[in-house]
Each structure stands twice: as structure tokens, then as C-alpha cells.
């Protein structure tokens, strides 16, 4: 009878072990699930708020007759100068959300992705003599100057699919052969992702955050090549389209 009822007590515990075991497991794999499901709707949600900023982008041309400078890092949501021309920082600026009109924003005015970081937004900076000595995308009646100049009005940010072979720096960065994704974008939005708080340790996420015309666009990756960023872009052809729409072009 002795050894009966040690032998219950070592099944009971062997038992509760299992028991546990399995509860372990089941919650690891729904902390998961869930981290996952959050995870995939944080990114959506930062899609669709660079969606609806490029359609008050749109908006602000149709009624400016010009893109918005991208507002200057560390001061606040307006565009930088605040009535277009020379923008300060073309390639490593901020959506200007309060001269775009976009709420919520954060205590220094700037829109921000749904992991708490600011939305970036690039803009091209190609001239053009009709436009004068500003760029012609944010000056004022520039872009119309550039379209019914003798010269085409020629934007020039570059959307590669990988950083890989990508060369030059600054005007005169270019995608590697074969990663082109447009030649000619008018703007860029883009979220730097959920470790937007931190430098960037990969190729494609340095090249988002480099200071110059060229940007990576692809799907999310992990490790030891992470990519996170949301990117997106205007074309040239979708914003000459709005603007003729409007009547605002020729």
C-alpha cells in the first residue's frame, strides 16, 4: 500500500508537468499569434495613412499649384520655408501635417505612424529656368512654368526594389541595374516601421534614411536583412493627371 501511494504521487506530479508543459506551449504560440496579428495591423494601418497623405498632397497641389516642402526635422509640422521654394531639407524631411491640414499629430506638429515615429516625406528637387532659382515641384506656379516650358518638366527621385548595386550619392544616386522601380517620382511618403526608433542597420533601411533622391521599396524582411520600412510614391504622370483634371495644367 506504501509503494502504491508513491507511485500515485510521482503520477500526479509527472501529470501536472505535462499539464504545464502544455499550457507553456499553448501560450507561447498565442503570444505569438497575437504579436503577429498586431504586428500586421500596425502596418496596415500605417499604409493607409500614407495613402491618405499622398491624397492631401494631391489636394495641396491642386490648390497651390505646388507640392509642400517637407517640414524640417526638429522644429515642427509646418513645410520648410513655409511658403515653398528652396525647401530646406528636400530628401530627409518630415510630412508637413499642419500645412497639409493632417490630425492627429504630435506635440511638435508632425503625423506619426502607428509606432509612435514621424512619416518622412521626400520631394524632388529638379529645376528647370522657367521655374527661376527654386525647384520647380514647390515653387509657386513652377510646376506649370516647367510643363509649358520648351524643356519637360523632369522629376527625378529614384524607387529601387533592393540598395543592391546602387551607386552615387545625393542628385546623382541611381539603382542598381534591374532594381529600378521608377525613375521620375514627384514625392516620396514612407514610415521608417516599427524600429523606426533606431539607426538602420541594413543596406535597404540606410538607403531610406541616407539624404539623397534614392529610396528602397519592398516587402517586410527579417533578419540579418530587416526591413520593415512602408514606402510609397507619387508619379510624375499621376500628379501631371490631377493637375490637368483640375484644370490647373496647361
Known amino acids: 500500500m506504501r509503494t502504491g501511494k508513491i507511485w500515485q504521487a510521482g503520477f500526479s506530479l509527472l501529470e501536472l508537468s505535462i499539464v504545464l508543459i502544455v499550457i507553456a506551449l499553448l501560450s507561447g504560440s498565442l503570444l505569438a499569434s497575437f504579436s503577429s496579428l498586431h504586428d500586421s495591423r500596425d502596418s496596415e494601418e500605417a499604409r ?42 528636400p530628401w530627409n524631411g518630415y510630412l508637413p501635417a499642419i500645412s497639409l491640414g493632417i490630425h492627429p499629430v504630435n506635440d511638435q506638429g508632425y503625423a506619426i505612424d502607428p509606432w509612435g515615429n514621424p512619416l518622412r516625406y521626400a520631394i524632388s528637387a529638379f529645376g528647370n529656368a522657367a521655374c527661376g532659382t527654386a525647384p520647380c515641384l514647390s515653387s509657386e506656379n513652377g510646376i506649370r512654368n516647367a510643363w509649358n516650358s520648351t524643356t519637360p518638366p523632369a522629376p527625378d527621385l529614384r524607387v529601387c526594389s533592393s540598395s543592391t548595386h546602387s551607386n552615387g550619392t545625393a542628385e546623382k544616386a541611381e539603382c542598381g541595374s534591374d532594381f529600378t522601380l521608377t525613375k521620375d517620382a514627384v514625392a516620396v511618403i514612407f514610415s521608417l516601421g516599427k524600429n523606426g526608433n533606431q539607426p538602420p542597420s541594413t543596406p535597404d533601411e540606410v538607403a531610406n534614411s541616407n539624404n539623397d533622391r534614392l529610396f528602397v521599396s519592398h516587402n517586410a524582411s527579417s533578419a540579418p536583412n530587416e526591413f520593415d520600412d512602408q514606402v510609397s510614391w ?11 483634371a483640375a484644370g490647373r495644367l496647361p
Not at 499622398?54 to 520648410?80: D, M, Q, T, V, Y
Not at 507619387?234 to 490637368?244: K, P
Request: one cysteine or more; hydrophobic letters at 30%.
Open 48 to 89: 493607409r495613412q500614407i495613402d491618405y497623405a499622398e491624397e492631401a498632397l494631391l489636394g495641396f497641389a491642386i490648390s497651390h499649384g505646388r507640392l509642400p516642402c517637407p517640414a524640417k526635422p526638429g522644429n515642427s509640422g509646418l513645410e520648410s520655408p513655409e511658403n515653398g521654394g528652396n525647401c530646406t531639407n
Open 234 to 244: 507619387i508619379s510624375s504622370s499621376i500628379l501631371y493627371s490631377r493637375l490637368m
